[in-house]
């Protein structure tokens, strides 16, 4: 198999691409590097390509060492024909692999390899070939020997039997038939094992479902249900097209002696050996696939809470709820700094909630908080109703979010929490975690197992093992896009990035302690470990705030800092430039409003597209202006922009810089305006129009050219020089801010809230409006136009107007729609729903119980109608009666005795007798060609 072809046509890409990619990640290199500084060399694969190619390469690497040792072992046993190797060569699942090797993988002890092993081969051959003109007694006389454990012929005939089962299980063909058929024409069936038992999964007491069309959740949901003993899950095959199958392929010859014992051994070979182990191959590949699928939503709505917008500047009071332990509260400064901690009773069992209420005033005046983060845990409901009668009482703005707390209790307990913060007790510290959450999600949130955060669906019954590998991937691009402070970032946060391992980060850390922060990136280099690869990986996602070099704070490598003096100097750009944006981007920041507050819509998005942009700082519009200035660039309004004339000044003041050599062309912020006409916009850095730069393509290869880099990382210097220190979070939406709360009784159907989506699953999401209870949105509720996954449409973390359809107080469950309509209709459907609601589900119990009695009906009538039936049992002693008509034969197995028996009668028309070989209730008849 020629791998890169394979990556090639899985992921849509060139070959030299997934060449290219494979030859960097062979040589050591991450994915977060290669996605950001390798652009040129992979054809600017992003991180989710790279990660499946790293995936698909490790996986097929796999499958062709498999290969090779399944083509070993069968070559070393002597039994390796072209024909066998050519269907090894071409496969290309390690099913098929495995199906193939079956016949020749070493066996434990069966009942075939028993038989084997008492010479019963030949006896098998001599069915297989179909041409007995006697009865099949005659033919198994010759191979009964009681010195090798054949007693009679009956027991040579079974241990005969049992060989071309087995043979007929091993065959590769004849499974991926079966397998295909099962696949294509079987049905996923769900019962409940008690029907009387209420639980989560009665939805699935009468659930039937091509296997086809079964989704991934729904799989999901079965195997848990099985798990917990209240469903039985098993998949009904086309079981009389399969045995219809196999009976074409094996019997060759019109032989009444022979089909009807045929027809017996491939029923057995199917019931017994082949149907359950590709039952089980077929339910382990939906399980897999719908793990896989449930692992990248969880991925994606991890990614999506963990590139949540930081709250910068405010003190935050975090609050554990509780109930008999109290409530506990931690004060973080703006820094993170916890200020103080306090427990307090405001719910049951003590209900002291003026007490509470006494102390938390206190709190707030005494460090001025200005935001608190509220647990989403048990008793948060009853803790926000004290906060909301709080908040009425203040003289202070104070608003309160609910922050997901899931892994908090999980930190507070670790060793990690314990190093940081040694003098408080668990809960001091999970309402720490709750806290910085809001601050800052990424750097909190990376202290957690991200199994923890309860963002997915099933997450715990799934392989843990791809879940963590794939989540440990997902917080290490979030953290690599974002990059961090290398003189502020804890241990946990540094771990993350790109070629720092655990043992590393602690260098790093400890090396800070030892020798003051650093002063450059080349310092690095001084940590103990930290060899020139590791640096090359993990240099341009380290950011020095106020370091020696302005390019430190950037997230320009190392590796490019000659090309980016040299563009600098083109642009007549200085570091006291660079410095002095970096300042006005920190400023905004701060200034920036923490939150939206609620019944805000969300902000539509920023336009995604490499521009020259002037909404922060003085540079990006000198930045622009010495473009225009230069025979590089033709600076243009923004066509979108309203007001993209500056107050006082030309809405084209990128372009009459270059044509008037204005001052603002070569400096930043000299007080007289980007084109000397008025504009304060090179004093402040605030234009309020948004400046968009187009350099021809011609033109940026000579550039690039000219500065030793390629095309795309010339795009991202000027990019990074245009806003220094960006924040791909600026543009998530904030988490909305309340000061009032609702009761899931208040609602009612036609209601429109705004709420904010916490979960994205396949079938829809789930929005928290403010109840405590989040409320599912399903998918066809999402959207008017057509989307195959919810996450095409929403994203954890998103600002949603949604209306309530209907609720169900008793089960705790809201349904919402996010497609707004007539209030009075929405109510009245709801109602009409809830009586049919009844009805529907008593039908469908009836007609899953009819269904099920006609399928046993029908089963039953195929076994009665087949001339041969058997069950073979073990054979021990032979006891005949003597004299009698009936053979017995007693089979004995520790405690346990069965027996079987042989019945001789005579024909009426005096013709030669027939002997019923009867075995458990299994009858095979054996005489001549008249029977």
Known sequence: MDIVLKIKEELKVEKWQVEAAIKLIDEGNTIPFISRYRKEVTGSLNDEQLRNLDERLKYLRGLEERREQVLASIEEQGKMTDELKAKIVAAETMVAIEDLYLPYRPKRKTRASIAREKGLEGLSEIILAQEITGSLEDAAKAFVDAEKGVNDENEAIS??????????????????????????????????????????????????????????????????????KFLVVKIQAPEEDILRYLNTKIITKDNPVTTPVIEEITRDAYERLIAPAIERDIRNELTENAEDGAITVFGK?????????????????????????????????????????????????????????????????KYNVDLISVGNGTASRESEQVIVELIKELDRPVQYVIVNEAGASVYSASKLATEEFPQFDVGQRSAASIARRLQDPLAELVKIDPKSIGVGQYQHDMNQKKLGETLEGVVEDCVNKVGVDLNTASAPLLQYISGISKAIAKNIVDYREENGKFKSRAELLKVPKLGPKAYEQCAGFLRIADGENPLDATSVHPESYDATLKLMDKLGITFDDVRAAQKNAAKAVLEKP???????????????????????????????????????????????????????????????????????????????????????????????????????????????????????????ILSELEKPSRDPRENMPAPILRSDVLDMKDLKPGMV???????????????????????????????????????????????????????????????LSMKIRDAAQVAAEAEAQRAARGAQNAAKAAQAKAKDEEAKATKKAAKAASPVKRTVTKKATVAKAEGAKKATVTKTEGSKTATSSATVSSSADGAAPVKKFKKKGIVIFKGNAND
């Open 594 to 716: 923490a939150a939206r507050p609620e019944n805000k819509p969300a902000p539509k998005k920023k336009p995604k597209q490499v521009v020259i942009k002037n909404t922060n700082t003085a540079m990006g519009a000198a930045l622009a202006a010495a473009l225009a200035g230069s025979n590089l660039a033709v600076v243009e309004d923004d066509p979108k922009s309203k007001n993209s004339g500056a107050k006082g000044g030309s809405a084209n003041v990128g372009s009459e810089a270059g044509k008037n050599g204005g001052k603002g062309a070569g400096a930043f912020g000299d007080g007289n305006g980007v084109n000397g006409a008025g504009s304060d916009t090179g004093a402040q850095g605030n234009f309020s129009g948004s400046l968009s730069h187009k350099i021809s393509e011609s033109d940026k290869k000579k550039l690039a050219e000219e500065l030793g880099v390629g095309e795309i990382t010339l795009t991202d």
């Open 301 to 365: 709505n991890l990614t999506q809470l963990l590139m949540a917008p930081p709250i910068v500047g405010k003190t935050v009071l975090g609050w554990d709820p509780a109930f008999r332990t109290g409530c506990k509260l931690a004060i973080v400064d703006a820094t993170g700094k916890v200020l103080d901690t306090k427990v307090i009773y405001p719910t049951a069992p003590q209900n002291k909630v003026e007490e509470a209420k006494a102390d938390l005033k206190k709190l707030i005046d």
């Open 753 to 815: 809230l705004k709420g904010t989506v916490r979960n994205v699953i396949d079938f829809g999401c789930f929005v928290d409006i403010g109840v405590h209870q989040d409320g599912l949105v399903h998918i066809s509720h999402i959207t008017d136009r057509f989307i195959k996954h919810p996450l095409e449409a929403v994203s954890v973390g998103d600002i949603v107007d949604v209306q309530v359809l209907d609720v169900e107080v008793d089960k705790k469950r809201i349904s």
């Open 159 to 228: 241990g005969a039997m049992d060989i071309i089962a087995e043979d007929i299980s091993d065959n590769a063909d004849y499974r991926k038939y079966i397998r295909e058929a099962t696949m294509e024409n079987g049905i996923l069936v769900g019962r409940a094992k008690d029907e009387k038992a209420q639980s989560v999964y009665e939805m699935y007491y009468n659930y039937d479902e091509p296997v086809k069309k079964v989704l991934g959740h729904r799989v999901l949901a079965l195997n848990r249900g099985e798990a917990e």
